[in-house]
Protein backbone atom coordinates (compact mmCIF):
# COMPACT_ATOMS: atom_id res chain seq x y z
CA UNK A 1 0.00 0.00 0.00
CA UNK A 2 1.47 3.88 -0.97
CA UNK A 3 1.37 6.70 0.80
CA UNK A 4 -1.92 7.62 0.23
CA UNK A 5 -3.70 4.55 1.02
CA UNK A 6 -3.48 4.72 4.63
CA UNK A 7 -6.64 5.67 6.02
CA UNK A 8 -10.69 5.68 4.32
CA UNK A 9 -13.54 6.86 6.39
CA UNK A 10 -16.95 5.62 4.84
CA UNK A 11 -19.61 8.13 6.23
CA UNK A 12 -23.09 5.75 6.72
CA UNK A 13 -23.04 2.06 8.09
CA UNK A 14 -25.97 0.90 6.38
CA UNK A 15 -26.48 -1.02 3.15
CA UNK A 16 -23.82 1.36 0.69
CA UNK A 17 -21.51 2.08 3.30
CA UNK A 18 -20.92 -0.96 4.60
CA UNK A 19 -20.30 -2.74 1.22
CA UNK A 20 -18.15 -0.08 0.33
CA UNK A 21 -15.92 -0.12 3.66
CA UNK A 22 -15.84 -3.83 3.02
CA UNK A 23 -13.89 -3.08 -0.88
CA UNK A 24 -11.62 -0.48 1.25
CA UNK A 25 -10.17 -2.92 3.95
CA UNK A 26 -8.01 -4.83 0.81
CA UNK A 27 -6.89 -1.18 -0.32
CA UNK A 28 -6.58 0.76 2.64
CA UNK A 29 -4.08 -0.16 6.16
CA UNK A 30 -6.98 0.99 8.34
CA UNK A 31 -10.49 2.28 7.72
CA UNK A 32 -13.44 3.64 10.16
CA UNK A 33 -17.03 3.29 9.56
CA UNK A 34 -19.30 6.42 10.88
CA UNK A 35 -22.74 5.88 11.77
CA UNK A 36 -25.17 8.25 12.97
CA UNK A 37 -27.10 5.85 14.58
CA UNK A 38 -26.56 4.03 17.79
CA UNK A 39 -26.29 0.45 16.39
CA UNK A 40 -28.36 -2.28 17.33
CA UNK A 41 -26.43 -5.13 18.72
CA UNK A 42 -28.90 -7.37 16.93
CA UNK A 43 -31.08 -7.50 13.20
CA UNK A 44 -33.65 -4.60 14.50
CA UNK A 45 -34.68 -1.56 12.33
CA UNK A 46 -33.21 1.45 13.42
CA UNK A 47 -33.87 5.60 13.26
CA UNK A 48 -31.55 5.94 10.21
CA UNK A 49 -33.19 3.24 7.57
CA UNK A 50 -36.59 4.03 8.34
CA UNK A 51 -37.72 1.91 5.04
CA UNK A 52 -36.43 -1.36 6.88
CA UNK A 53 -39.21 -2.29 7.96
CA UNK A 54 -40.84 -2.71 4.38
CA UNK A 55 -40.26 -5.59 1.86
CA UNK A 56 -36.83 -5.23 0.77
CA UNK A 57 -36.22 -7.74 -2.54
CA UNK A 58 -32.74 -8.59 -3.20
CA UNK A 59 -32.16 -8.81 -6.95
CA UNK A 60 -30.28 -11.96 -8.67
CA UNK A 61 -27.55 -9.81 -9.56
CA UNK A 62 -26.93 -8.23 -6.04
CA UNK A 63 -27.23 -12.17 -3.98
CA UNK A 64 -24.49 -12.40 -6.74
CA UNK A 65 -22.43 -9.17 -5.71
CA UNK A 66 -22.75 -9.76 -2.06
CA UNK A 67 -21.91 -13.46 -2.33
CA UNK A 68 -18.72 -12.54 -4.41
CA UNK A 69 -18.06 -9.55 -1.77
CA UNK A 70 -18.59 -12.19 1.31
CA UNK A 71 -17.99 -15.79 0.13
CA UNK A 72 -19.99 -18.35 1.94
CA UNK A 73 -22.86 -16.05 2.75
CA UNK A 74 -25.73 -18.10 1.56
CA UNK A 75 -24.64 -19.70 5.19
CA UNK A 76 -24.94 -16.81 7.05
CA UNK A 77 -28.47 -16.15 5.06
CA UNK A 78 -29.95 -19.50 5.54
CA UNK A 79 -28.64 -19.40 9.23
CA UNK A 80 -30.30 -16.72 10.12
CA UNK A 81 -33.83 -18.01 8.60
CA UNK A 82 -33.62 -16.47 5.04
CA UNK A 83 -35.67 -18.64 2.74
CA UNK A 84 -33.78 -19.30 -0.46
CA UNK A 85 -36.01 -20.81 -3.58
CA UNK A 86 -36.34 -20.44 -7.03
CA UNK A 87 -36.97 -17.15 -8.79
CA UNK A 88 -39.90 -18.55 -10.38
CA UNK A 89 -41.14 -21.79 -9.55
CA UNK A 90 -41.62 -20.09 -5.96
CA UNK A 91 -42.91 -16.83 -6.42
CA UNK A 92 -46.60 -15.88 -7.81
CA UNK A 93 -45.45 -12.95 -9.77
CA UNK A 94 -48.67 -11.38 -10.97
CA UNK A 95 -48.51 -7.67 -13.37
CA UNK A 96 -50.98 -7.32 -15.54
CA UNK A 97 -51.35 -11.83 -15.15
CA UNK A 98 -49.80 -14.24 -13.44
CA UNK A 99 -46.49 -15.63 -14.56
CA UNK A 100 -45.79 -18.40 -15.90
CA UNK A 101 -44.19 -20.92 -13.14
CA UNK A 102 -41.13 -22.96 -14.20
CA UNK A 103 -37.70 -23.75 -12.70
CA UNK A 104 -35.34 -20.86 -13.39
CA UNK A 105 -32.62 -22.00 -11.85
CA UNK A 106 -32.21 -18.55 -10.32
CA UNK A 107 -31.98 -18.57 -6.24
CA UNK A 108 -34.28 -15.28 -4.75
CA UNK A 109 -33.56 -14.36 -1.16
CA UNK A 110 -36.14 -13.47 1.16
CA UNK A 111 -35.19 -12.25 4.37
CA UNK A 112 -35.61 -8.77 6.20
CA UNK A 113 -33.81 -5.76 5.89
CA UNK A 114 -32.67 -5.18 9.36
CA UNK A 115 -31.57 -9.14 9.36
CA UNK A 116 -29.73 -8.37 5.80
CA UNK A 117 -28.03 -5.63 7.30
CA UNK A 118 -26.97 -7.02 10.73
CA UNK A 119 -25.29 -10.01 8.78
CA UNK A 120 -23.55 -7.49 5.94
CA UNK A 121 -22.95 -5.65 9.07
CA UNK A 122 -20.90 -9.11 11.67
CA UNK A 123 -18.71 -9.77 8.04
CA UNK A 124 -18.21 -6.16 8.04
CA UNK A 125 -16.80 -5.14 11.96
CA UNK A 126 -14.90 -8.85 11.67
CA UNK A 127 -12.49 -7.34 9.26
CA UNK A 128 -8.86 -7.06 10.82
CA UNK A 129 -8.36 -3.19 9.90
CA UNK A 130 -11.63 -1.93 10.45
CA UNK A 131 -13.34 0.28 13.15
CA UNK A 132 -17.09 1.34 13.48
CA UNK A 133 -17.76 4.84 15.11
CA UNK A 134 -21.25 4.36 15.93
CA UNK A 135 -23.65 7.26 17.56
CA UNK A 136 -20.90 9.78 15.44
CA UNK A 137 -22.58 12.45 13.20
CA UNK A 138 -20.54 14.10 10.26
CA UNK A 139 -21.29 17.32 10.23
CA UNK A 140 -18.73 18.61 7.78
CA UNK A 141 -16.21 17.63 5.37
CA UNK A 142 -12.23 19.29 6.23
CA UNK A 143 -10.37 20.16 3.40
CA UNK A 144 -6.58 21.45 1.92
CA UNK A 145 -6.49 25.39 2.29
CA UNK A 146 -6.93 26.02 -1.53
CA UNK A 147 -10.08 23.33 -1.56
CA UNK A 148 -8.96 21.03 -3.89
CA UNK A 149 -8.61 17.72 -1.80
CA UNK A 150 -10.56 16.66 1.01
CA UNK A 151 -8.65 15.98 3.77
CA UNK A 152 -11.57 14.08 6.29
CA UNK A 153 -14.19 15.33 7.95
CA UNK A 154 -15.93 16.82 11.23
CA UNK A 155 -18.00 14.18 13.28
CA UNK A 156 -19.74 15.18 16.90
CA UNK A 157 -19.94 12.07 18.70
CA UNK A 158 -23.40 11.77 20.33
CA UNK A 159 -21.84 9.71 23.44
CA UNK A 160 -19.74 12.24 24.70
CA UNK A 161 -20.53 15.23 23.12
CA UNK A 162 -17.39 16.04 21.66
CA UNK A 163 -16.63 17.25 17.96
CA UNK A 164 -13.48 15.91 16.73
CA UNK A 165 -11.99 15.65 13.08
CA UNK A 166 -10.96 12.31 11.52
CA UNK A 167 -8.62 12.86 8.82
CA UNK A 168 -8.23 10.24 6.00
CA UNK A 169 -6.80 9.70 2.44
CA UNK A 170 -10.01 9.27 1.19
CA UNK A 171 -13.54 10.29 2.27
CA UNK A 172 -16.66 7.94 1.05
CA UNK A 173 -20.45 9.46 1.18
CA UNK A 174 -22.96 6.68 2.02
CA UNK A 175 -25.45 8.86 3.71
CA UNK A 176 -28.15 8.39 1.64
CA UNK A 177 -30.71 10.31 -0.32
CA UNK A 178 -30.57 13.04 2.83
CA UNK A 179 -26.85 13.53 1.02
CA UNK A 180 -25.18 16.89 2.34
CA UNK A 181 -22.40 16.49 -0.36
CA UNK A 182 -24.41 18.77 -2.56
CA UNK A 183 -24.98 21.75 -0.20
CA UNK A 184 -21.07 21.15 0.97
CA UNK A 185 -19.83 21.15 -2.55
CA UNK A 186 -21.52 24.70 -3.24
CA UNK A 187 -19.73 25.63 0.13
CA UNK A 188 -16.59 24.80 -1.05
CA UNK A 189 -17.08 27.03 -4.17
CA UNK A 190 -17.84 23.43 -6.41
CA UNK A 191 -20.77 23.11 -9.00
CA UNK A 192 -23.60 20.94 -7.47
CA UNK A 193 -24.73 17.90 -9.80
CA UNK A 194 -27.64 17.92 -12.14
CA UNK A 195 -30.50 15.88 -10.90
CA UNK A 196 -32.72 14.02 -12.68
CA UNK A 197 -36.21 13.44 -10.68
CA UNK A 198 -39.31 10.91 -11.94
CA UNK A 199 -42.53 11.73 -9.47
CA UNK A 200 -43.80 8.61 -8.54
CA UNK A 201 -45.36 9.44 -5.21
CA UNK A 202 -45.82 5.76 -3.76
CA UNK A 203 -46.97 5.08 -0.43
CA UNK A 204 -45.72 2.14 1.82
CA UNK A 205 -47.93 -0.09 4.34
CA UNK A 206 -46.49 -3.19 5.75
CA UNK A 207 -47.30 -5.33 8.55
CA UNK A 208 -45.72 -8.67 9.65
CA UNK A 209 -47.95 -12.23 10.04
CA UNK A 210 -47.07 -15.54 11.31
CA UNK A 211 -46.19 -17.81 9.05
CA UNK A 212 -47.66 -21.45 9.32
CA UNK A 213 -45.90 -23.21 6.40
CA UNK A 214 -42.85 -24.70 5.98
CA UNK A 215 -40.03 -22.30 4.55
CA UNK A 216 -40.23 -25.07 1.52
CA UNK A 217 -44.12 -25.02 0.92
CA UNK A 218 -43.89 -21.35 1.11
CA UNK A 219 -44.87 -19.12 -2.16
CA UNK A 220 -44.05 -15.24 -1.95
CA UNK A 221 -46.58 -13.23 -3.69
CA UNK A 222 -45.86 -10.15 -5.74
CA UNK A 223 -48.54 -7.94 -7.48
CA UNK A 224 -46.13 -5.42 -9.03
CA UNK A 225 -49.17 -2.76 -10.44
CA UNK A 226 -48.60 -1.76 -14.25
CA UNK A 227 -49.04 2.34 -14.36
CA UNK A 228 -50.67 4.47 -15.41
CA UNK A 229 -53.37 2.15 -15.25
CA UNK A 230 -53.22 0.28 -11.96
CA UNK A 231 -52.03 2.17 -8.83
CA UNK A 232 -52.71 -0.62 -6.12
CA UNK A 233 -50.23 -3.44 -5.36
CA UNK A 234 -48.75 -5.23 -2.71
CA UNK A 235 -46.22 -8.19 -1.74
CA UNK A 236 -45.94 -11.01 1.19
CA UNK A 237 -42.23 -12.60 1.33
CA UNK A 238 -41.77 -15.86 3.43
CA UNK A 239 -38.98 -14.50 6.05
CA UNK A 240 -37.17 -15.62 8.64
CA UNK A 241 -38.56 -16.81 12.18
CA UNK A 242 -42.02 -18.24 10.12
CA UNK A 243 -42.71 -14.71 9.00
CA UNK A 244 -44.70 -13.43 6.44
CA UNK A 245 -43.98 -9.67 5.78
CA UNK A 246 -46.76 -8.33 3.87
CA UNK A 247 -46.35 -4.43 2.26
CA UNK A 248 -49.16 -2.96 0.30
CA UNK A 249 -48.35 -0.29 -1.62
CA UNK A 250 -50.58 2.98 -3.48
CA UNK A 251 -49.45 5.70 -5.92
CA UNK A 252 -50.34 9.47 -5.87
CA UNK A 253 -53.77 9.94 -4.03
CA UNK A 254 -54.41 6.19 -3.36
CA UNK A 255 -52.64 6.12 -0.32
CA UNK A 256 -51.35 2.71 1.09
CA UNK A 257 -53.59 2.22 4.09
CA UNK A 258 -52.80 3.18 7.46
CA UNK A 259 -55.40 0.76 9.94
CA UNK A 260 -56.04 -2.92 9.69
CA UNK A 261 -59.65 -2.83 8.04
CA UNK A 262 -57.79 -0.57 5.20
CA UNK A 263 -54.80 -3.01 4.99
CA UNK A 264 -56.89 -6.12 4.37
CA UNK A 265 -59.54 -3.95 1.86
CA UNK A 266 -56.52 -2.96 0.39
CA UNK A 267 -55.56 -5.99 -0.17
CA UNK A 268 -58.86 -7.37 -1.22
CA UNK A 269 -59.08 -5.01 -3.91
CA UNK A 270 -55.41 -6.33 -5.83
CA UNK A 271 -56.73 -8.09 -8.72
CA UNK A 272 -53.99 -11.07 -7.14
CA UNK A 273 -56.28 -12.20 -4.98
CA UNK A 274 -54.04 -14.81 -3.07
CA UNK A 275 -52.80 -11.86 -1.16
CA UNK A 276 -56.00 -11.12 0.81
CA UNK A 277 -56.30 -14.74 0.72
CA UNK A 278 -53.38 -15.18 3.26
CA UNK A 279 -53.72 -12.50 4.96
CA UNK A 280 -57.23 -12.78 5.98
CA UNK A 281 -57.00 -15.44 8.22
CA UNK A 282 -53.16 -14.66 9.32
CA UNK A 283 -51.90 -13.69 12.61
CA UNK A 284 -50.63 -10.26 12.31
CA UNK A 285 -47.23 -10.08 14.56
CA UNK A 286 -47.12 -6.23 14.72
CA UNK A 287 -48.66 -2.37 13.59
CA UNK A 288 -49.00 -1.13 10.60
CA UNK A 289 -45.55 1.09 9.41
CA UNK A 290 -45.96 3.24 6.91
CA UNK A 291 -43.47 5.33 4.45
CA UNK A 292 -44.07 7.68 1.82
CA UNK A 293 -41.56 8.24 -0.90
CA UNK A 294 -41.84 11.45 -3.38
CA UNK A 295 -39.74 10.44 -6.42
CA UNK A 296 -36.74 8.43 -7.74
CA UNK A 297 -33.63 10.60 -7.93
CA UNK A 298 -30.28 11.02 -9.97
CA UNK A 299 -27.70 12.86 -8.99
CA UNK A 300 -25.38 13.33 -12.03
CA UNK A 301 -22.03 13.70 -10.41
CA UNK A 302 -20.51 11.96 -13.80
CA UNK A 303 -20.97 15.35 -15.54
CA UNK A 304 -19.18 17.32 -13.53
CA UNK A 305 -15.84 18.70 -14.62
CA UNK A 306 -14.44 19.57 -11.05
CA UNK A 307 -14.54 17.64 -8.29
CA UNK A 308 -12.18 17.89 -5.09
CA UNK A 309 -9.80 14.74 -4.60
CA UNK A 310 -10.37 12.28 -1.76
CA UNK A 311 -14.16 12.24 -1.95
CA UNK A 312 -16.55 9.94 -3.63
CA UNK A 313 -20.04 9.33 -3.33
CA UNK A 314 -22.07 6.04 -3.37
CA UNK A 315 -25.48 4.34 -2.90
CA UNK A 316 -28.94 6.67 -2.59
CA UNK A 317 -26.62 9.03 -2.40
CA UNK A 318 -26.58 9.29 -5.58
CA UNK A 319 -29.53 7.56 -7.07
CA UNK A 320 -32.83 6.53 -5.18
CA UNK A 321 -34.99 4.52 -6.80
CA UNK A 322 -38.29 3.63 -7.02
CA UNK A 323 -38.45 0.94 -4.20
CA UNK A 324 -41.31 -0.41 -5.91
CA UNK A 325 -38.70 -2.35 -8.49
CA UNK A 326 -36.45 -3.32 -5.16
CA UNK A 327 -33.10 -1.94 -7.44
CA UNK A 328 -31.16 0.02 -4.75
CA UNK A 329 -29.14 -2.45 -2.66
CA UNK A 330 -27.76 -4.16 -5.87
CA UNK A 331 -26.81 -0.94 -7.58
CA UNK A 332 -25.11 -0.76 -3.79
CA UNK A 333 -23.25 -3.77 -4.69
CA UNK A 334 -22.12 -2.90 -7.81
CA UNK A 335 -21.07 0.35 -6.76
CA UNK A 336 -18.93 -1.61 -4.37
CA UNK A 337 -17.30 -3.94 -6.92
CA UNK A 338 -16.90 -0.98 -9.13
CA UNK A 339 -15.12 0.87 -6.08
CA UNK A 340 -12.75 -2.19 -6.34
CA UNK A 341 -11.83 -2.26 -9.90
CA UNK A 342 -11.59 1.70 -9.43
CA UNK A 343 -8.62 1.40 -6.74
CA UNK A 344 -6.62 -1.47 -8.11
CA UNK A 345 -6.51 0.51 -11.57
CA UNK A 346 -5.61 3.86 -9.73
CA UNK A 347 -2.46 1.25 -7.86
CA UNK A 348 -1.62 -0.54 -10.97
CA UNK A 349 -0.76 2.32 -13.07
CA UNK A 350 0.69 4.31 -10.08
CA UNK A 351 -2.00 6.88 -11.21
CA UNK A 352 -3.49 9.37 -8.60
CA UNK A 353 -7.21 8.60 -7.57
CA UNK A 354 -9.42 10.40 -9.92
CA UNK A 355 -13.01 10.86 -8.77
CA UNK A 356 -14.56 11.93 -11.97
CA UNK A 357 -13.66 8.52 -12.95
CA UNK A 358 -14.97 6.97 -10.68
CA UNK A 359 -18.63 8.41 -11.05
CA UNK A 360 -18.36 7.64 -14.99
CA UNK A 361 -17.84 4.13 -13.48
CA UNK A 362 -20.74 4.18 -11.47
CA UNK A 363 -23.21 6.02 -14.19
CA UNK A 364 -22.35 2.99 -15.97
CA UNK A 365 -24.51 0.82 -13.15
CA UNK A 366 -26.77 2.54 -13.08
CA UNK A 367 -27.63 3.68 -16.92
CA UNK A 368 -29.77 -0.05 -16.97
CA UNK A 369 -32.12 0.00 -13.79
CA UNK A 370 -32.74 4.00 -13.68
CA UNK A 371 -33.55 3.45 -17.40
CA UNK A 372 -35.80 0.10 -16.38
CA UNK A 373 -37.61 2.34 -13.68
CA UNK A 374 -38.25 5.41 -15.42
CA UNK A 375 -39.44 3.51 -18.45
CA UNK A 376 -42.19 1.94 -15.93
CA UNK A 377 -43.23 5.22 -14.39
CA UNK A 378 -43.41 7.57 -17.42
CA UNK A 379 -46.83 7.80 -18.46
CA UNK A 380 -47.20 8.54 -22.48
CA UNK A 381 -50.18 9.90 -24.39
CA UNK A 382 -49.14 7.11 -26.97
CA UNK A 383 -46.52 4.06 -26.64
CA UNK A 384 -44.08 3.96 -29.49
CA UNK A 385 -43.20 1.10 -30.89
CA UNK A 386 -40.76 0.26 -28.78
CA UNK A 387 -43.06 0.31 -26.20
CA UNK A 388 -45.60 -1.75 -27.26
CA UNK A 389 -43.29 -4.45 -28.07
CA UNK A 390 -42.31 -4.61 -24.06
CA UNK A 391 -46.13 -4.77 -23.46
CA UNK A 392 -46.56 -7.61 -25.52
CA UNK A 393 -43.47 -9.26 -24.60
CA UNK A 394 -44.72 -8.80 -20.67
CA UNK A 395 -47.91 -10.51 -21.90
CA UNK A 396 -46.55 -13.21 -23.59
CA UNK A 397 -44.12 -13.48 -20.73
CA UNK A 398 -47.57 -14.95 -19.30
CA UNK A 399 -47.41 -18.09 -20.58
CA UNK A 400 -43.47 -18.87 -22.75
CA UNK A 401 -41.16 -19.57 -20.28
CA UNK A 402 -38.13 -18.48 -22.41
CA UNK A 403 -40.06 -15.21 -22.55
CA UNK A 404 -40.45 -15.03 -19.14
CA UNK A 405 -36.74 -15.92 -18.15
CA UNK A 406 -35.06 -13.34 -20.45
CA UNK A 407 -37.54 -11.12 -18.80
CA UNK A 408 -36.79 -12.05 -15.39
CA UNK A 409 -33.13 -11.75 -16.12
CA UNK A 410 -33.17 -8.58 -17.41
CA UNK A 411 -35.29 -7.15 -14.70
CA UNK A 412 -33.01 -8.68 -12.08
CA UNK A 413 -29.88 -6.74 -13.17
CA UNK A 414 -28.39 -10.32 -14.83
CA UNK A 415 -28.87 -9.48 -18.79
CA UNK A 416 -28.58 -6.53 -20.05
CA UNK A 417 -32.11 -5.47 -22.13
CA UNK A 418 -30.58 -5.96 -25.01
CA UNK A 419 -31.19 -9.51 -24.65
CA UNK A 420 -34.63 -8.96 -25.13
CA UNK A 421 -34.22 -8.11 -28.88
CA UNK A 422 -32.54 -11.40 -29.47
CA UNK A 423 -34.07 -12.77 -32.78
CA UNK A 424 -35.43 -15.98 -30.63
CA UNK A 425 -37.60 -13.63 -28.37
CA UNK A 426 -38.24 -11.36 -30.99
CA UNK A 427 -39.86 -14.07 -32.77
CA UNK A 428 -41.78 -15.92 -29.47
CA UNK A 429 -42.95 -12.39 -28.55
CA UNK A 430 -44.73 -11.75 -32.26
CA UNK A 431 -45.73 -15.20 -32.38
CA UNK A 432 -47.03 -15.77 -29.15
CA UNK A 433 -49.30 -12.10 -29.26
CA UNK A 434 -50.03 -13.71 -32.99
CA UNK A 435 -51.48 -16.66 -31.29
CA UNK A 436 -53.20 -15.38 -28.69
CA UNK A 437 -55.21 -13.60 -30.69
CA UNK A 438 -55.69 -15.51 -33.54
CA UNK A 439 -57.21 -17.63 -30.26
CA UNK A 440 -59.11 -14.76 -29.52
CA UNK A 441 -60.58 -14.48 -32.58
CA UNK A 442 -61.45 -17.73 -33.11
CA UNK A 443 -63.15 -17.63 -30.15
CA UNK A 444 -65.09 -14.62 -31.18
CA UNK A 445 -66.35 -16.08 -34.36
CA UNK A 446 -67.00 -19.33 -32.36
CA UNK A 447 -69.55 -17.57 -30.28
CA UNK A 448 -71.00 -15.63 -33.42
CA UNK A 449 -71.87 -18.42 -35.03
CA UNK A 450 -73.54 -20.28 -31.99
C1 LIG B 1 -39.86 2.01 1.26
C2 LIG B 1 -38.58 1.52 0.62
C3 LIG B 1 -38.50 0.21 0.18
C4 LIG B 1 -37.33 -0.23 -0.43
N1 LIG B 1 -37.30 -1.48 -0.96
C5 LIG B 1 -36.17 -1.92 -1.55
C6 LIG B 1 -36.10 -3.22 -2.10
O1 LIG B 1 -37.09 -3.95 -2.14
N2 LIG B 1 -34.91 -3.64 -2.60
C7 LIG B 1 -33.81 -2.83 -2.64
O2 LIG B 1 -32.76 -3.26 -3.11
N3 LIG B 1 -33.86 -1.58 -2.17
C8 LIG B 1 -35.00 -1.09 -1.62
N4 LIG B 1 -35.03 0.17 -1.13
C9 LIG B 1 -33.82 1.00 -1.22
C10 LIG B 1 -32.81 0.60 -0.14
O3 LIG B 1 -33.40 0.72 1.13
C11 LIG B 1 -31.53 1.46 -0.26
O4 LIG B 1 -31.11 1.44 -1.57
C12 LIG B 1 -30.45 0.92 0.66
O5 LIG B 1 -30.78 1.14 2.00
C13 LIG B 1 -29.08 1.52 0.41
O6 LIG B 1 -29.09 2.81 0.75
P1 LIG B 1 -27.81 3.58 1.31
O7 LIG B 1 -26.95 2.68 2.12
O8 LIG B 1 -27.20 4.32 0.20
O9 LIG B 1 -28.50 4.68 2.26
P2 LIG B 1 -29.46 4.50 3.50
O10 LIG B 1 -29.98 3.13 3.61
O11 LIG B 1 -30.42 5.62 3.45
O12 LIG B 1 -28.47 4.72 4.73
C14 LIG B 1 -27.83 5.92 5.02
C15 LIG B 1 -27.04 5.72 6.30
O13 LIG B 1 -26.28 6.89 6.59
C16 LIG B 1 -26.48 7.26 7.94
N5 LIG B 1 -26.28 8.71 8.02
C17 LIG B 1 -27.06 9.68 7.45
N6 LIG B 1 -26.55 10.89 7.71
C18 LIG B 1 -25.41 10.70 8.45
C19 LIG B 1 -24.45 11.57 9.01
N7 LIG B 1 -24.53 12.91 8.89
N8 LIG B 1 -23.42 11.03 9.71
C20 LIG B 1 -23.30 9.67 9.85
N9 LIG B 1 -24.20 8.81 9.34
C21 LIG B 1 -25.23 9.32 8.63
C22 LIG B 1 -27.89 6.79 8.26
O14 LIG B 1 -28.12 6.65 9.65
C23 LIG B 1 -27.93 5.47 7.51
O15 LIG B 1 -27.39 4.43 8.28
C24 LIG B 1 -36.20 0.65 -0.56
C25 LIG B 1 -36.30 1.97 -0.10
C26 LIG B 1 -37.48 2.40 0.45
C27 LIG B 1 -37.57 3.84 0.87
Known amino acids: MNGNNRHAIVLGGSIAGLLAARVLTEHFEQVTLIER??????????????????LHALLARGYQALVALFPGFKTDLLEAGAVISDLSNDVRWYQGGYSVNFNSGIEAVFISRPTLEWLIRQRVVALPNLALRPSCAVTALTTTADQQQVTGVMIHDRQTNEDETVTADLVVDATGRGSHIPKWLTQLGYATPEESTVN?????????????????????????????????????????????????TGYQDDEA????????????????????????????????????????????????????????????????????????????????????????SATQQNQPRDSRQFFTLIAKVIDVPWALAKGADTVKASPNLLDRYLNRLKKVSQHDKVVSLAFIKVVQLLAPPASLFHPRIVLRVLLGSWRRDQAKRSLKTAWRTV
Open 200 to 248: VGVSYATRLYRRTVSDDQAKALLNVPVAPLEKRGGGVFPIEHNGWLATL
Open 257 to 344: PKDEQGFLAHAHSLPAQEIYELLKNAEPLSDIATYNYPASRRRHYEQLTRFPIGLITVGDAVCSFNPIYGQGMTVCALEALVLDKWLR
Open 37 to 54: DALPTGAEPRKGVPQGRH
